[in-house]
């Protein structure tokens, strides 16, 4: 079986020959549908998003914005996509067109110059327009007052719009031309979607079903494997074989290191990792579940995952990457390893028939190596409860949106009621071969009261943590730096009547 | 009107419209040329071989194991240049180089059926490399006095008199890095031999003609045999000036070759490290003031890093030495401009062309100083701002120089600079690890092109029968809403509805030897072009109605679609029928316009004379908010008030200031050109050569209030309906936000401190500022006589990198004695004066 088929825009058809690794992007520019671009190729600058309908629960389906750049077009077999094409039609020779409430906004309001930008823009935008949640607040601040804006930790409030527009659904999304005022001012001034919205009511019937694709090609094989059983089968047919899921890695190999791997199994639509529970004591994450699913899906339960989420790359990023690809491509510069880390959390590893579960700390051997076996794939996480009840997670980048960390520090310490430090765990991120445990400051604070004096001696030892190095994104004495300070901007934090950021 | 800047009845220039092509880049169906391939069968893909070193001799190509690869068409090799091998105007650029240049350089193109066979041939090629030795930073190449191009002075009065009746002296090094230009598209050309013969290339290029004049002498073909388009650019600023050329160029040649399209689009990797950037520079500098902190005297050698080839770099360099000035009266000047051969990239325009590394010389310079003088810094500026009857080192009179003051004014009200100031002093006296500050900074930027023989310009209007306008110029449009100000200006001089007038692609068959859509002056030249054409044809078509209205053609008005005379309340006609007239009297209904810029000169060998037509004035008020913690920031607020004369169009205006003034803060904190200039392997590649590693400003860079106000009763005599350019000043607008950085490190510290800021002030590089800031504040209090040294020495870390060299920050001598003995990247910069221990105050802040 050779063909796919897609809904694009509203209209489904099948397409034969299409390669397995011919990214979802190439896919639509070679039907013509030119609106997505190419500007980077890693999913950083979100040209190219489209809109693809993915479920949301069992009988709804939720407008999601992703980076076609990424994604093989065989991965969205049997699914509906749209395109900034399919969202409205300019004026023009072919009529007098009907924009788009996101379109119309974005072009009456300056927030295209040379327009390249635009389409993946108006896409992500439009993800955000349809979001069920979003809700208008009566609360105006931000609009006008950079004065009031307090610092990092009190900087949401100019990032969401008085029409509830989550200014983070743009992370993802770089516009040269405009300096962005405009684009966040049409953001902020968009409604309600119409009763009558197509795009709308679409949301309100399930999702699409996964198709259990199967292509092959003289080189190289894509298989969605309709069970774990069947997935478990494929595993050993090539030497390197790799499992996708959103692809936000992957597909920055194979566009910017030419990797062709011979054999991708996608596992994202397989129920046994799609599982969200939460037990008396521990909380169970399916492996391939998009970011943005954990994130709905705790609703907040997990405060350090809040901290996490909006820095973890972009929105379009995060509603195709997963926890299992983040820790299973074992970047000692992922951004989610240090947070669980400091959850003590731990990986599920499954094979056929059997599982097992290997704490987080132990999981990784060397550089991007692990104790998981050829024959195993990471199933689940499992952060146990009850959580610590001081957390907090520190990315230290050069850009506050969307950008690889150059150290990350995750904290949780528990503190009992006599203001003494019981457990502490601390996920550093950035520092070593991969990610590491600070068992040492770990040591220095518990059973410690949680004083300053503690915070400054801890710290201490924190600069002395791991073996960073100099490269493009940091010298290796800003990170040393960056985790003793780390620690001291943690206790300041936790001081509640200090002199910090309090409203004057 | 017979004015060029004064405006008709109803203009439909100052008018607030969205871009032209607004409701297309939304709905995703504005095409870029690289979405034209679709539109043509049988297109072969081109992909580059790119060496992996930073300089070496090839000795031996092999494309035969290429053209085993499935699908690969053709292997392009210097052999294959019928005419002449290079790609650039000073003959100094191989397009197929026998010497690899640079880590990356492109040394043939492989031609395939697909990207990915094309892609799989270039990775079969066999090639052998005798590896040379190679030069990477600056002061590699100044150690190995690598120079290249033309080496000006700009001068005035007597610099060493000026230097020594100074009473406050201080001199330093300040060295900084370039900048990307990632326009969102990357460089693409589709090239096929046409239905007529003709070599047709689609290329996204600011300069069709040129790039069609490269194209035909590689070509070995003139200039009529090839036909350039650009049907609109996703981005250019700059790096879609000159760099185009050779990627067309190859894709011609394969065109012709082959017989079929052949389409080159970079990736961005290939971008990055295939074209050229903002010049880095390095600045060594002494300076005087008097007691009241007036400039006295200003020497100074800029050195720029050119790159591998000339390209743009010495008019780049001239700019720069033409803008070191920035907004100040400096009394006596002496700065010598030259240009280093590096193995990097060649570097090339962007946005500001050198402008504003001039500038920013100056605004480090009055930054660093203003504490040792014991002057708030934006008193400091004030201060020396030019007035009246004040002329540039150069020998431009300062024309409108009042314009500096009231605009400089107007932005402290608007700002509420005073109030804030206040909640500033509040806040940080209130808070320990974090700090806030507000700088205000001006521009005052020269425009026209240096070179005179460029500020010309062509066009071509028709109007139809039926009343309908299609025009046509030599600008491209790179989403500065060139088109759509054209559109306005031609409405205006027709006096006909915006929607009656159509804008067809910029093509070189249609106007020809056109100057690059550059130097801010797009608006300029070719709105006085396309006014001049729209002009021939109402002048004409007045003569029609004034037959008709029994009056005299002067009389005739042209309003909203509709033709009258002067005085007419309840006679008129509607435009279309009197071209409908025109025509039956057999009245000629098209016009090719032509302008030039009146009133330039310029002397480059004197550096001496009047280039500009007119200065674009501007100042901004930016405040920040640092952590201390980890130096990371953030833009609070940015107010603006800038002077575009009066504004063609408002909304377009605006949009270009606060672009301008994003990328200048990119450029000025977060964008990072990194090179491996150590001895290994990899030694010459760029390590930032992504979105992932090279990080554009975001959302999170936008000032989180943004407020630009247009400088109002503006208008510009001398220029189309009275407005000024607006393309390339705003961006160093964004100096303000630098200075506000650097004054929030500085508030870490004791009274009088002067902060030294790496550019681009990265969080790492605010960091180790405050972290300087605060250890002069323990000494302070400590009491002790010298300051010890500076962080990079004193927390017990190791050396800072080699890599970091090449933008490390500089030091002033009159800044910190104890300076010298701190580290090896400072103390290699460090030079001794003596002047700043005869300062009072510098004394003080010495002995901090």
Partial sequence: MSEIRLTINGHERGFAGVNPHTRLLDFLRDQGLTGAKEGCAEGECGACAVLVARPDGDDRTRWTSVNACLPPAVAFDGQEVVTAEGLGTAPGPRGPGQLHPVQREMATRGGSQCGYCTPGFVCAMAAEYYRPERTPSDDTHGEKSGTEVQGEEHSAAHECGPNGFDLHSLSGNLCRCTGYRPIRDAAYALGEPEETDLLRRRQEQPAPKPSYTRIDTATTRFVRPATLDELFNHLDEAPDVRLVAGATDLGVEVNIRHVRPPLVLAVDRLDELRTLNVSDDHIEIGAALSLSEVERGLAGRVPLLDQLFPQFASRLIRNAATFGGNLGTGSPIGDSAPVLLALDTSVVLASKGKEREVPLAEYYTGYRESVRRPDEIIRALRIPLPLANHAAFYKIAKRRFDDISSVAVAIAIQIDDAASITSARIGLGGVAATPIRAREVEETLIGQPWTRETAVNAAAVMAQQGTPIDDMRASSRYRSAMLEQSLLKFWAQEQPAQAQEVSR | ?848
């Fill in chain 2, 1 to 848: 009107m017979k004015s060029l800047a004064e405006r008709p009845e109803n203009p439909v220039v100052g008018v607030s419209v969205a871009h032209e092509h607004a409701a297309d880049h939304a709905t995703g169906t504005a095409l870029y040329t690289d979405d034209l391939i679709v539109r043509h069968q049988n297109v072969l893909h081109a992909w580059p071989l790119q060496a992996p070193h930073a300089h070496a001799r090839v000795t031996s190509l092999d494309v035969a194991p290429a053209l085993e690869v499935p699908g690969v068409v053709r292997v392009l090799t210097a052999e294959d240049v019928p005419g002449v091998n290079d790609a650039g105007i000073k003959h100094d650029e191989p397009l197929f180089p026998s010497e690899v240049m640079f880590y990356g350089h492109a040394v043939c193109w492989v031609l395939g059926e697909s990207l990915e066979a094309a892609r799989l041939g270039a990775e079969a090629i066999e090639v052998q490399y005798e590896p040379l030795p190679s030069l990477i930073t600056v002061r590699e190449a100044i150690a190995a006095d690598s120079f290249q191009g033309r080496q000006p002075t700009v001068s005035r009065g007597d610099v060493e008199i000026g230097l020594a009746n100074g009473t406050h002296r201080f001199s330093g090094e300040f060295e900084f890095g370039g900048q990307e230009h990632f326009y969102l598209e990357t460089h693409a050309s589709l090239a096929y031999v046409d239905e007529g013969g003709q070599v047709f290339v689609q290329c996204s290029t600011q300069h069709p003609t040129e790039t069609q004049e490269i194209v035909a002498h590689v070509l070995g073909l003139d200039n009529h045999d090839v036909t350039v388009q650009c049907l609109r650019m996703g981005g250019g600023f700059g790096g879609k000036e000159m760099q185009p050329h050779g990627f067309a160029a190859i894709a011609a040649l394969g065109a012709t070759l082959t017989g079929r399209p052949v389409r080159l689009r970079l990736t961005r990797n290939q971008d990055i490290t295939l074209s050229g950037k903002r010049h880095p520079y390095l600045a060594e500098w002494d300076v005087a003031f008097d007691d009241d902190g007036r400039l006295q005297a200003l020497r100074a050698t800029v050195t720029s890093d050119g790159g591998w080839s000339l390209d743009l770099s010495e008019p780049v360099m001239q700019r720069t030495l033409c803008h070191i000035d920035n907004a100040y009266w400096i009394p006596h000047v002496e700065v010598n401009g030259r240009i280093v051969k590096t193995n990097k990239t060649s570097q090339t325009a962007f946005r500001g062309f050198g402008g504003p590394q001039g500038m920013l010389v100056t605004e480090d310079i009055l930054g660093r100083c203003a504490p040792l003088l014991g002057l708030d810094p934006t008193e400091l500026r004030a201060r020396n701002l030019y007035v009246s009857g004040q002329s540039t080192p150069y020998g431009q009179p300062v024309r409108h120089a009042e314009r500096l003051a009231e605009i400089w004014n107007q932005v402290h009200q608007r700002a509420d600079v005073r109030e804030r100031r206040r909640d500033i002093e509040e806040f940080n006296a209130t808070h320990t690890d974090t700090r806030r500050a507000l700088a205000v900074t001006p521009v005052k930027f020269g425009i026209s092109f240096n070179l005179t023989a460029f500020n010309q310009a062509g066009a071509l209007v028709h109007v139809y029968k039926d009343g309908s306008v299609l025009i046509n110029h030599g600008g491209t449009e790179m989403g500065q809403g060139l088109h759509t100000k054209m559109r306005q200006v031609a409405a205006t001089a027709l006096g006909v509805p915006l929607e009656t007038v159509r804008l067809a692609p910029t093509r070189t068959d249609k106007v020809p030897n056109t100057s690059a859509t550059a130097a801010s002056s797009g608006a300029d030249l070719n709105g006085g072009a396309v006014k001049n054409a729209c002009e021939q044809i109402r002048d004409r078509l007045a003569e029609v109605a004034a037959r008709k209205f029994n009056i005299h053609p002067d009389d005739v008005r042209f309003v909203d679609g509709k033709v009258t005379g002067i005085g007419f309340h309840d006679r008129d006609m509607p435009f279309a029928e009197l071209v409908h007239d025109a025509y039956f009297q057999r009245i000629s209904l098209w016009a090719a316009g032509y302008y030039r810029t009146e009133g330039l000169h310029w002397d480059a060998d004197r550096m001496q004379g009047e280039p500009f037509k007119y200065f674009s004035y501007g100042a901004s008020v930016s405040e920040v908010e640092v952590d201390g913690f980890t130096g990371a920031y953030r833009m609070l607020r940015t107010d603006i008030v800038h002077d575009v004369g009066d504004s063609l169009s408002p909304l377009i205006d605006i949009g270009q200031i606060e672009g301008g003034f994003v990328q200048g803060a990119g450029w000025l904190t977060l964008e990072e050109l990194r090179w491996d200039d150590s001895d290994g392997p990899s030694r010459g590649r760029l390590t930032t050569q992504a979105a992932s590693t090279y990080k554009l400003p975001s959302f999170s860079e936008m000032p989180e209030e943004f407020n630009v106000h247009l400088f109002e009763k503006a208008t510009e005599s001398g220029v189309v309906y009275g407005s000024k350019a607006v393309g390339e000043p705003p961006l160093m607008l964004a100096f303000s936000v630098r200075e506000a950085l650097r004054q929030a490190a500085a508030a870490f510290g004791p009274e009088g401190h002067s902060v030294e800021l790496a550019s681009p002030a990265t969080p790492e590089a605010v960091f180790w500022a405050v972290q300087d800031a605060r250890r002069a504040l323990a000494d302070d209090g400590a009491k002790r006589p010298l300051a010890s040294g500076r962080g990079r020495s004193d927390d017990g870390a190791s050396q800072p990198p080699a890599s970091r060299r090449d933008r490390a920050a500089s030091s002033a001598t009159g800044v910190s004695a104890g300076e010298a003995a701190s580290t090896e990247a400072t103390s290699a910069e460090a030079r001794s004066t003596s002047a700043a221990e005869d300062s009072p105050d510098a004394t003080a802040a010495t002995a901090r």
